[in-house]
């Protein structure tokens, strides 16, 4: 197997403002950000060859782009794995210019969660009608029980430090100006806040958001012709899970106790090795993690290896995933304040790796920023995830 | 000799004052308490619970035959027996009957599992008597009212109670009733139904049946029988000439309510809980009619008595905390708007996976020994493909691993109580009934209970839960 490594490079990205979009449909929310990332990357629309669309209920195949465009024949792929669709994109856009069939990519991501109705995330292709409707809240807070359970933590203590992730998050999210929550939260506001699924807090979730993000791809040696400051895909990693959060099918005890999510132990794992990362902790300067729960964010930590096994709790009490931290982790805010549209999350994320390698994030620049890792984990601990991660870094 | 192999109850846990109904309609109240149903719960799986409770651990595949009896089952049509022998998990070559539409439902339903085991036309009968009246909101009838079921194993190998003779008197009258639109019971002005229906047939079909057993009122040991109210049940004792203190058994209107089909029924196995050797009980239940069962106990009942039975049952009880809880349980308040999309468990798919779904098995890989649930074909220790045996988890107990209420979660109105609960070879999801969530904590025991699983497709869908051990 050969690795992806400096093949394929961002010339273009876009993203759209994250937030209750009422007034904008999905082809909207497409339109402006592909012409974004068009206009980013300085091509016109008719100079991209292929393209990939992930989106979990945004509709069904490749004609929600065209629509949305307005083009016609272009060969487009609809995807999707769940929280990762727009990772899947990502990914297989890459896999088009690495073969050569294809010179110029644009893969995109999309969500309407609004359109459903609910305050709550709906899976309208189903959950097994009768194994249970265990959804995400539920399955994320019985991982929380766990690792309190495991590492001792008191239920007060193991609230309190979800919540600093929450502060975290939430302050990033102030200095993003597409961010969907941009303002500030205190630890005792988290903790006072309703209970949506026990031990997890409002503030402990993640909102439903409607947006897009999108991304123009090329062959790394085409890249100078379309900036100088274009990033290089250094690892793609993606890994599902035997068990699927829809049929019902839950893992048993040997294979995972939910405090670890081992479907992202592997898809970093093959990241790292393509990217030649010997030690994430170190080498990671800047990071994108799937944080739709708090409790996501801190076993993430550990399974991607940022943090010891079982010792997170003192990296997020020295505040080394802040921005002045050792390695600032959801700089925009993360799908905590900057939202999730679960099928653009993932594209969002490199959006901010693309924006930070190339030093223009603003008040919440972090300081030399190299080699970005985005994460995206789809299902939910008691029923499997679809893992995917990618590396990003700057060229040469 | 034919009889009674085996007996067991089922009361919901949940209980509603007599206080809070009266608080609830702004009236007075007595004392006293009736059982409710939860709003997973109905009279089939009610009929269920009563049934695991009386086979305990005996053999299931011996059964030949399943009789369900209740004046509410959930379907007019679609038979109730067949989906009670599912979940019990017998075996699929048996009869199944449905008997319906009188209070008395439950005495012809023991009548006839006794006539075809004498006939030698079946083994062993199950018969399971259950009932979920409504009575309307507002009436002293809504009070009055209880939820629960009762199961007994008709058999013939040394039966503990022998069945002695019966008797039965039909008697056209209109005075409770319900048309199969009707959600509430109705019922003819009180002193008419008190005066010419229960106070008139039950002494007269008593009379009757004693005098075709030979017997008099002193010979019997204790006397059962049904009725609307507590002051009516002993009127009618009086009436025949028992001796109230000695011979009448104290009846559970004020701890679960005139429970319906399944009232005589429960009182009947509650004498038989503190029956002894050489007692002769007399069983009167009353409906369009009166059937008159003559029982004699043989020998110590201890081994055929249910697991928890009524004793166990009744002391296991959890106050609602008001009347809007069981107005919610029951749907006379309308459920919350859902907005999530609608629960829509196609029969195919029910149908496909009954085998873990309604019996409750998971599997038992023949290579590995690896067990998981629910039935997949392929082993997800060794990969092993269609190598399995069959395992049944109703049965077992479980441990809570991990459990939350969603909030926000779907599913018949209801926030979902979730657990990821270890049984002792394989873990999985379940819902938890009955409890609140500060009132489970992770290691607690967890046993299984039937219930009505969610679903908005006009079409009950049933499958287990789990529930704190009662």
């Not at chain 1, 239920?155 to 999210?173: F, Y």
């Not at chain 1, 439903?208 to 793609?236: E, H, P, Q």
């Not at chain 2, 009869?95 to 006839?112: E, F, I, Q, W």
């Not at chain 2, 959600?183 to 009757?208: C, D, M, N, Q």
Request: aromatic residues 8%.
């Amino acid at each position: 197997m050969e690795s992806i490594k400096d093949k394929v490079a961002i010339v273009g990205m876009g993203c759209t403002k994250f937030k209750e979009d009422f007034e904008h449909s999905t082809a909207d929310m497409l339109i402006d950000a592909v012409q974004e990332a068009s206009a980013d990357a300085g091509i016109e629309l008719k100079a991209i060859n292929a393209a990939w669309i992930g989106t979990l209920f945004g509709g069904l195949t490749g004609g929600i782009l065209s629509e949305a465009l307005q083009w016609d024949n272009v060969p487009i792929t609809r995807v999707e794995n769940n929280c990762a669709s727009a990772l899947e994109a990502l990914r297989n856009g890459i896999f088009g210019i690495a073969s050569g069939a294809y010179d110029v990519v644009l893969a995109v991501g999309v969500e309407k969660c609004k359109d459903t109705g609910t305050g709550s995330l709906t899976f309208p292709y189903g959950y097994h009608p009768a194994y249970g409707y265990m959804q995400a809240p539920a399955a994320y807070a019985s991982a929380a029980i766990r690792y309190f359970n495991k590492y001792g933590i008191d239920i007060e203590e193991g609230r309190r430090l979800l919540a600093q992730i929450a502060v975290k998050n939430h302050h990033n999210g102030t200095l993003a100006p597409k961010a969907h929550f941009r303002s500030e939260i205190t630890i005792e506001k988290a903790l006072k806040a309703p209970i949506i699924s026990w031990p997890l807090g409002l503030f402990d979730c993640c909102p439903t958001t409607d947006g897009a993000a999108a991304a123009i791809l090329v062959r790394s040696d085409l890249a100078k012709k379309f900036r100088d400051d274009y990033v290089l895909v250094k690892g793609m990693g993606l890994a599902v899970g035997n068990r699927d959060v829809y049929s019902g099918r839950i893992r048993e005890r040997e294979n995972s106790d939910y405090t670890i999510w081992n479907e992202t132990v592997a898809a970093c794992k093959q990241a790292y090795e393509q990217a030649n990362v010997k030690d994430p902790r170190k080498e990671i300067s800047v990071a994108s993690v799937h944080d739709c729960f708090t409790i996501t964010e801190l076993i993430n930590y550990e399974s991607l290896g940022f943090s010891p096994i079982g010792k997170a709790k003192e990296d997020v009490a020295s505040g080394f995933f802040a921005l002045d931290g050792g390695l600032p982790v959801n700089t925009d805010g993360g799908l905590k304040a900057f939202g999730h549209p679960v099928g653009a999350s993932g594209l969002r994320m490199v959006y901010e790796l693309y924006t930070q390698i190339q030093g223009k994030a603003g008040p919440r620049q972090v300081k030399n920023a190299d080699l970005g890792l985005a994460h995206c984990q789809g299902g939910n601990p008691t029923g499997g995830f679809q893992a995917a991660v990618a590396i990003v870094g700057p060229r040469d | 000799m034919v009889g009674i192999e085996s007996f067991g109850a089922y009361v919901p846990l949940h209980r509603l004052t007599f206080e809070d109904i009266g608080k609830a309609w702004g009236v007075g109240a007595g004392k006293g308490e009736r059982s409710v149903a939860a709003e997973d719960e109905d009279s089939l799986t009610m009929a269920v619970e009563a049934a695991l409770d009386c086979m305990g651990s005996s053999e299931r595949n011996a059964i030949d035959s399943v009789i369900f009896a209740s004046t509410s089952s959930p379907f007019s049509e679609k038979q109730a027996a067949v989906t009670v022998g599912t979940a019990a998990d017998l075996r699929t070559d048996i009869s199944t009957l449905d008997c319906s539409g009188s209070l008395r439902a439950g005495t012809g339903a023991l009548m006839a599992a006794m006539n075809s085991v004498s006939a030698g036309s079946c083994g062993k009968a199950l018969v399971t008597v259950a009932d979920c009246r409504i009575g309307r909101p507002g009436t002293p009838f809504e009070a009055a009212l209880g939820d629960g079921g009762s199961a007994f194993l008709i058999g013939d190998s040394d039966p503990a109670v022998r069945f002695m003779g019966a008797y039965s008197l039909a008697d056209e009258i209109t005075d409770y009733w319900r048309r199969s639109e009707d959600r509430y019971v109705h019922f003819w002005e009180e002193r008419f139904v008190l005066t010419e229906g229960v106070s008139r047939i039950v002494p007269k079909a008593v009379g009757e049946a004693l005098k075709k057993f030979d017997l008099q009122v002193k010979d019997i040991t204790t006397f059962v029988s049904n009725a609307a109210n507590e002051r009516t049940y002993w009127g009618v004792a009086k009436k025949i000439g028992f001796d109230l203190a000695r011979q009448v058994a104290s009846p559970h209107y004020s701890a679960m309510g005139n429970t319906g089909a399944a009232f005589g029924p429960m009182q009947l196995i509650s004498c038989l809980e503190n029956a002894g050797p050489g007692d002769l009980i007399l069983f009167a239940n009353y409906g369009n009619g009166c059937d008159v069962l003559l029982l004699e106990v043989v020998r110590d009942i201890s081994e055929s008595k249910g697991r928890k039975g009524m004793a166990g049952h009744l002391a296991s009880r959890k106050t609602l905390r008001n009347y809007n809880q069981y107005a919610m349980f029951r749907g006379i308040l309308p459920p919350r708007t859902d907005r999530m999309p609608p629960i829509r468990p196609p029969a195919t798919v029910i149908w496909r996976d009954q085998k873990s779904l309604l019996r409750f098995h998971g599997m038992k890989c023949s290579n590995c020994g690896h067990v998981q649930y629910p039935i997949h074909r392929v082993c997800s220790a060794c990969s092993m493909t269609d190598a399995y045996e069959e395992v049944r988890l109703s049965d077992q107990t479980a441990v809570v691993f991990s459990c939350t209420v969603d909030n926000l979660g779907y599913g018949s109105g209801k926030s979902p109580f979730w657990a990821i609960a270890d049984f002792p070879e394989v873990r999985t999801r379940l819902q938890i009934a009955d409890a609140e969530l500060e009132e489970v904590n992770v290691g607690d025991a967890l046993e299984m209970t039937f219930r009505r699983l969610p679903s908005e497709n006009d079409m009950p869908v049933y499958g287990w839960k789990a529930r704190r051990i009662r």
